[in-house]
């Protein structure tokens, strides 16, 4: 019988299936159904466990450092190998690998796959050794052009250089990291990757409670911890590597390695990517420039702002993307139209369904959860409002914010960067423009304000650009799915903002137990008023469990 199977497969895949008993690549993932929303509940799960800790670690540092000038010097210095990181690794690489090597798994067969992801992973070891050794040498030209308000404060602009250049070389174990979690989840296989970023935050921890005490500058503890951090997400793949027969071989021939016909196409797709990322971090830069000249602690009210603001975006929007990306490349692979738009069209409803209520939490709890979160220790009142109002305007723009994280890889499956760039560019001069009009009237919650609209006009365009190039169809029933969503919206407004405004979150400083619990009761009451209105309503869940191959 298993003669007989073999016999059905093509002459490549006979060879290697022979081959100490290795099973097919490609084959036994590509015929078994996933079915998506387990595979959602399994990346969500993982990453609820990674920003709950850190959440910890935010708490930690709030109360260690508060909003000062040693923690604007921290996020400032953490900001430029985060940036680069988007630009290398998470953001123009894994856009421009991912569907490249799903296409090499589904078409090519196993050794093929395995030489491409040997290849990239020279190419892309010893480039950014390279890029970290000059980025070392010159940390002081680069935090002044990230922060140039720091230069004002001598002692915050000398830590942030010498932060930057011990975080420097993360990049180098984050990119590998990508390329790793890329390869695994090509093979459908999600855990590990989830889990990765548990150990950054693992590693922050450790150094804040046992580190940070016992070294003369404190705060340096947290920089040494971003190196352990990110050895650690690059080791934590090595097994599920190993399972797949896909662990990296770092050659020394960097030529060689460039010659690979598959990394030529990788970089080629990658240069409209990085372009494309470009644009979002060049407008990161700028607002960091701006927050940096507002006064001390806007930096840090942003940063914790953006802790809470990524929660939701990473729960939904990165997890939703991690398990789209490949499944939309086979379908692209496979040439199924209906398949893709399907896929597409189950990663909005959810991400309405989910998205939508935590949109409200940020707008109308922003102050709720900031005092529960970070309001001890050092972490003032002031600090709570200012935050407050950062995480506010966040959530008029959260929908957006993940909903990019479904549309893009609409275009990305399909190998077509450049859209998304042109999207990208308008978005940057649109998100600037707002800046000049909004800081002026609400200051650093102006800044977070306009990347919440921009992200709300990325959205759009990339929605309507699937539509124009009919890349997606809507199934029936939005009406219905609308109605729905936005009666039990209203009713959970109203509600989260007679809770916020009926208790003194601050004045509970001196009651943090009764504080958390009150959230958290708070919180389960939310959710369950919001499912059981649109249960009420004839609200379809089962259209959720989607299987897909």
Same mark, same amino acid.
Request: hydrophobic share 55%.
């Given at each position: 019988m298993q003669s007989a199977n073999r016999a059905a497969l093509p002459a490549s895949e006979r060879s290697q299936s022979a081959q100490s008993g290795r099973r097919v690549a490609g084959a036994p993932y590509n015929k078994r159904p996933m079915n998506l929303f387990r595979a959602l509940l399994t990346v969500s799960g993982f990453t609820l466990l990674s920003r709950v800790t850190g959440l910890i670690r935010e708490t930690l540092i709030a109360r260690a450092f508060g909003a000062s000038l040693y923690t604007d010097a921290f996020y400032v210095a953490f900001r430029i190998p985060n940036l680069l990181r988007r630009l290398s690794a998470e953001g123009a690489f894994a856009q421009a690998f991912v569907p490249i090597l799903a296409e090499f798994k589904n078409s090519k067969g196993h050794d093929p796959t395995k030489a491409l992801v040997d290849a990239?992973?020279?190419?892309?070891t010893w480039g950014l050794v390279v890029l970290s050794i000059i980025g070392m040498a010159g940390a002081s030209w680069v935090v002044f052009a990230v922060a140039s308000g720091?230069?004002? =404060?001598?002692?915050?602009?000398? *830590?942030? @250089?010498?932060?930057?250049?011990?975080?420097?070389?993360? $990049?180098?174990? $984050?990119s590998m990291t990508t390329l790793a979690s890329g390869v695994l989840n090509t093979y459908k296989q999600f855990s590990l990757p989830a889990f990765a970023p548990v150990l950054l935050n693992v590693s922050f921890i450790f150094a804040a409670v046992f580190v940070a005490p016992y070294l003369k500058m404190p705060v340096y503890a947290l920089a040494y911890a971003v190196i352990v951090g990110g050895i650690l997400q690059l080791l934590v793949q090595v097994p599920g590597l190993k399972k797949i027969d896909m662990v990296p071989r770092i050659g020394l021939s960097f030529p060689r390695a460039l010659a690979h016909p598959g990394v030529k196409r990788v970089l080629l797709k990658m240069v409209p990517a990085t372009f494309a990322v470009s644009v979002g971090q060049l407008s990161l830069i700028i607002n960091t420039n701006i927050a940096s000249n507002i006064g001390q602690g806007a930096v840090s009210w942003i940063n914790y702002a953006d802790r809470l603001m990524e929660f939701p975006t990473a729960l939904l929007g990165a997890a939703l993307g991690t398990i789209l990306l490949p499944s939309l490349s086979?379908?692209? @692979?496979?040439?199924?139209? @209906? =398949?893709?738009s399907a896929l597409l069209d189950w990663g909005l409803r959810i991400t309405f369904l989910l998205a939508a209520p935590s949109a409200i939490a940020l707008f109308f709890f922003a102050e709720p959860l900031t005092a529960t979160l970070f309001h001890y220790g050092r972490f003032d009142n002031h600090s709570v409002v200012m935050v407050g109002r950062a995480l506010s305007a966040y959530g008029i723009g959260l929908v957006g914010l993940i909903l990019i994280k479904i549309l893009a890889p609409g275009f990305y499956a399909k190998q077509d960067i450049k859209t998304p760039v042109k999207i990208a560019v308008f978005v940057l001069v649109m998100t600037q423009v707002s800046n000049y009009v909004f800081v002026? /009237? !609400?200051?650093?919650?102006? *800044?977070? *304000?306009?990347?919440g609209l921009g992200a709300l006009a990325n959205a759009g365009l990339l929605f309507?650009?699937?539509?124009?190039?009919? $890349?997606?169809?809507?199934?029936?029933?939005?009406?219905? !799915? !609308?109605?729905?969503? /936005?009666?039990?919206?209203? $009713? *959970?407004? #109203?509600?989260?903002?007679?809770?916020?405004?009926? !208790?003194?979150?601050? #004045?509970?400083?001196?009651?943090p137990f009764l504080r958390v619990a009150l959230l958290g009761a708070s919180l389960v009451v939310f959710a369950a008023l919001y499912f059981g209105i649109l249960s009420a309503m004839g609200f379809k869940y089962a259209y959720f469990k989607r299987r897909t191959l």
């Amino acid at each position: 019988m298993q003669s007989a199977n073999r016999a059905a497969l093509p002459a490549s895949e006979r060879s290697q299936s022979a081959q100490s008993g290795r099973r097919v690549a490609g084959a036994p993932y590509n015929k078994r159904p996933m079915n998506l929303f387990r595979a959602l509940l399994t990346v969500s799960g993982f990453t609820l466990l990674s920003r709950v800790t850190g959440l910890i670690r935010e708490t930690l540092i709030a109360r260690a450092f508060g909003a000062s000038l040693y923690t604007d010097a921290f996020y400032v210095a953490f900001r430029i190998p985060n940036l680069l990181r988007r630009l290398s690794a998470e953001g123009a690489f894994a856009q421009a690998f991912v569907p490249i090597l799903a296409e090499f798994k589904n078409s090519k067969g196993h050794d093929p796959t395995k030489a491409l992801v040997d290849a990239m992973s020279t190419v892309l070891t010893w480039g950014l050794v390279v890029l970290s050794i000059i980025g070392m040498a010159g940390a002081s030209w680069v935090v002044f052009a990230v922060a140039s308000g720091l230069a004002h =404060e001598g002692t915050a602009y000398g *830590l942030a @250089v010498d932060m930057t250049r011990i975080m420097f070389p993360y $990049i180098v174990f $984050i990119s590998m990291t990508t390329l790793a979690s890329g390869v695994l989840n090509t093979y459908k296989q999600f855990s590990l990757p989830a889990f990765a970023p548990v150990l950054l935050n693992v590693s922050f921890i450790f150094a804040a409670v046992f580190v940070a005490p016992y070294l003369k500058m404190p705060v340096y503890a947290l920089a040494y911890a971003v190196i352990v951090g990110g050895i650690l997400q690059l080791l934590v793949q090595v097994p599920g590597l190993k399972k797949i027969d896909m662990v990296p071989r770092i050659g020394l021939s960097f030529p060689r390695a460039l010659a690979h016909p598959g990394v030529k196409r990788v970089l080629l797709k990658m240069v409209p990517a990085t372009f494309a990322v470009s644009v979002g971090q060049l407008s990161l830069i700028i607002n960091t420039n701006i927050a940096s000249n507002i006064g001390q602690g806007a930096v840090s009210w942003i940063n914790y702002a953006d802790r809470l603001m990524e929660f939701p975006t990473a729960l939904l929007g990165a997890a939703l993307g991690t398990i789209l990306l490949p499944s939309l490349s086979k379908a692209h @692979v496979d040439a199924d139209n @209906v =398949e893709y738009s399907a896929l597409l069209d189950w990663g909005l409803r959810i991400t309405f369904l989910l998205a939508a209520p935590s949109a409200i939490a940020l707008f109308f709890f922003a102050e709720p959860l900031t005092a529960t979160l970070f309001h001890y220790g050092r972490f003032d009142n002031h600090s709570v409002v200012m935050v407050g109002r950062a995480l506010s305007a966040y959530g008029i723009g959260l929908v957006g914010l993940i909903l990019i994280k479904i549309l893009a890889p609409g275009f990305y499956a399909k190998q077509d960067i450049k859209t998304p760039v042109k999207i990208a560019v308008f978005v940057l001069v649109m998100t600037q423009v707002s800046n000049y009009v909004f800081v002026p /009237i !609400f200051s650093h919650a102006g *800044l977070t *304000l306009s990347i919440g609209l921009g992200a709300l006009a990325n959205a759009g365009l990339l929605f309507l650009g699937l539509r124009h190039r009919k $890349i997606y169809r809507p199934s029936p029933g939005w009406l219905r !799915f !609308f109605a729905q969503l /936005i009666g039990a919206c209203l $009713i *959970l407004a #109203g509600t989260m903002h007679w809770v916020a405004i009926n !208790f003194d979150w601050i #004045g509970m400083r001196a009651t943090p137990f009764l504080r958390v619990a009150l959230l958290g009761a708070s919180l389960v009451v939310f959710a369950a008023l919001y499912f059981g209105i649109l249960s009420a309503m004839g609200f379809k869940y089962a259209y959720f469990k989607r299987r897909t191959l």
